[in-house]
């Protein structure tokens, strides 16, 4: 049998361990004897439209190694959604000749619900239109938004990032409460489920532990009720901190981070719920705050990803490359919790024309009555997902990170407008 | 003779760890038979005037041992500068007074300039009203601006979660640049000074490598030439990484963040010089941008501290004590840089009436000639500082921290208001 290569990419916002995956897919495709080479797509579908595919047979196998501790995506990725086949033959028609000119058996695309939609499509036309691709889809989103999996790879390690800086934070704002700053406030990402905002409320351990309020876009955001939950709070321990998803919405779904603040020029001032909520509880309440917006540093932070996020993510990596040479097609590895008392888990698949384009959102039971916190129930959820301390290794006192060469394959087709 | 007790306050912003320099007063206090009881300030000098002193010695052991890894300011800090004894007698006149209702014959204040400069007065004045104190200061600060010290305990972990930061988040962008963000913004610390936003440097290990620009203090903003650098460096790298001072100025002096941006309330936005440079980017050259404010973030992430800076931390503190015992007053233990190839610290003395209200700002050899990025005699400054990983322990997936009791001492006095 014609040994058939295989073709990995990366899709939509990266995590702090997308990299392990990319790493697992490498490895355990190196070693089936029915797996040639391992081609990445440079920056994600787009590189792989336009032809530009890394040839991963040719880095330093030391440097590949050191993808499971590099941040970021290694190979590159893109914010690019395929059309549907009937409205945009074109770009879906281009994805088969570079299939068909590089002999790639196997495709992998790791990424969130968009990914998965536009993985479904491409297994289903490559059958159609006679080149059959085994197709895998691969998780991957910090948000958690992703069905059937129990949770999603990256998502751990951005909860340990905002549990353990929301503590960490939490007790500088206590010591200078004072005489000086009384409210801060910590913006996270999540622009339609509160996952990654909710996974601050692990810092508390007892009553009145910060944070003390969290805003989900879950919730509707209610300003009388929010300020008087800040004054009574700052009443009660001295200080208050609150972590707000940058998703926040008022009732009618519009974002308080669009609440119409302008710049010196007169311009939409660009995101950034942190300084609206903090303008608001120095307007009204006149209290003196902080506030931080973690943006891309709380999913890039490789530094305290979580052990088991790590794990997961090699683990999804793998399984995607084994289900692959198993037979499946349109499928995606996904990650059960065993129901034992002790946390577990266990590597299951979903089929990607169910998970495509859903999101999950935060269960009502997992936000506190008051709509400002969370309850045991999502504690218990939350817990195991930011267990170990998956360290990298640090060199001059930085982290280490890969250095790829990214030596690209051959071209052999004629260039294609993206 | 009488065993005297000592007190020990923390003051001005606090940082990851400075409770390692607690630890070490506490602990070698304890062991010494000239001292009785060591006492903390709650919320620094306010609480010393309120006569709101806890009693470290009802403390669990096994507490205090946490206070090495625990971040912020166990006791309370506070924001509070003594005017000249010639203008304000009163509140000299009640620390006077708690320091006799207390046996108080050791005063240790762990700050920046401001603070030194207190403890400078308050050793004077002991003596000449007849009952003399020993004052010790402890530096302390993030910003790194204290004379004759090589640097400053609490600055080397900022640094290195500064420039850990700045790579993990550029490989992010990197990986998104091809379709989408071009542009990251970090804002850092440092308001008069650029020693925190210089520390992002240390992330570039070769040409090109983020973050192609940083914006001190020291250099006056100028427009023209760094939407110019932006644009040259997104053609270059394909993306650019910015490293923003909050004390980023124009050429009279005005702070960038306060450039008259307004929000929804026409009130001036407050703070947010990432913000303001993003708009510049987006309005300028129209590429997409992520920006970020680490704010308190920064200077609490204990879990990323530097393992010289907590060396040192605890260092300044055990030293301060044993030049307490040693006849020593108005003095404050410095770091001295050995003159040897590798890196080598000792700890030396200096006289606080010479490192009151001074600021070390950069030196014009540490910055780029374009003012723009760090020389390799900055780097050469910086990168020992941040050496080590001093993690703290984990529990359950989060940073453990010392929790206090924090007992009161039975007031003697009158109230006061502060």
Chains 1, 2 share one sequence.
Not at 71 to 92: I, M, T
Request: include cysteine.
């Amino acid at each position: 049998m014609d040994k058939r290569n295989a073709l990995y990419a990366q899709s939509g916002g990266v995590t702090s361990v997308i990299n392990a995956t990319a790493a697992a897919v490498i490895e355990t495709a190196n070693k089936s004897k029915r797996i040639n080479k391992v081609y990445a797509g440079k920056n994600g579908i787009v590189g792989i439209l336009r032809e530009n595919l890394i040839d991963t047979s040719l880095e330093d196998k030391a440097q590949l190694k050191k993808l499971i501790h590099t941040p970021g995506g290694a190979f590159g990725s893109c914010r690019h959604k395929l059309q549907d086949f009937d409205v945009n033959k074109r770009e879906y028609q281009r994805l088969m000749d570079v299939f068909v000119a590089h002999n790639i058996g196997y495709f992998f695309y790791n990424g969130g619900g968009d990914s998965q939609d536009t993985t479904n499509k491409i297994a289903k036309i490559t059958a159609d239109l006679g080149f059959p691709v085994t197709c895998i889809g691969i998780p991957k989103t910090i948000d958690n938004d992703l069905p059937f999996t129990d949770n999603c790879p990256g998502f751990g390690s951005v909860a340990k990032y905002v549990s353990t800086s929301t503590r960490e934070a939490s007790l500088d704002v206590e010591s200078m409460s004072e005489t000086s700053t009384k409210v801060f406030i910590l913006e996270v990402m999540g622009r339609h489920a509160g996952w990654i905002a909710a996974s601050a409320g692990l810092a508390a351990e007892k009553k009145n532990d910060a944070p003390h309020i969290i805003l989900f876009p879950e919730v509707a955001f209610n300003q009388k009720k929010f300020l008087n939950k800040v004054k009574l709070t700052v009443k009660t321990c001295g200080y208050c901190v609150i972590v707000v998803s940058e998703g926040a919405q008022d009732k009618d779904g519009k974002f308080l981070a669009d609440s119409g603040s302008v710049d010196s020029f007169g311009h939409a001032q660009l995101g950034g719920v942190a300084p609206y909520i903090a303008s608001l509880v120095s307007d009204q309440l006149g209290y003196k705050h902080h506030w931080s917006v973690s943006d891309y540093l709380q999913r890039s932070a490789r530094h305290i990803s979580s052990q088991v996020d790590l794990d997961q993510a090699y683990a999804v990596g793998e399984a995607a490359v084994k289900m692959a040479l198993s037979g499946e097609n349109a499928v995606m590895p996904i990650i059960i919790r065993k129901k034992t008392k002790q946390y577990g888990w266990e590597i299951g698949k979903a089929k990607l024309s169910e998970v495509a384009n859903f999101e999950k959102k935060m269960p009502k039971t997992f936000i506190t009555k008051d709509g400002f916190g969370i309850t045991k129930s999502c504690k218990n959820y939350l817990s195991p997902l930011i267990q170990g301390e998956a360290y990298p290794p640090f060199k001059d006192g930085l982290p280490e990170i890969a250095r790829l060469k990214k030596r690209m394959v051959k071209k052999k087709l004629k260039n294609f407008k993206v």
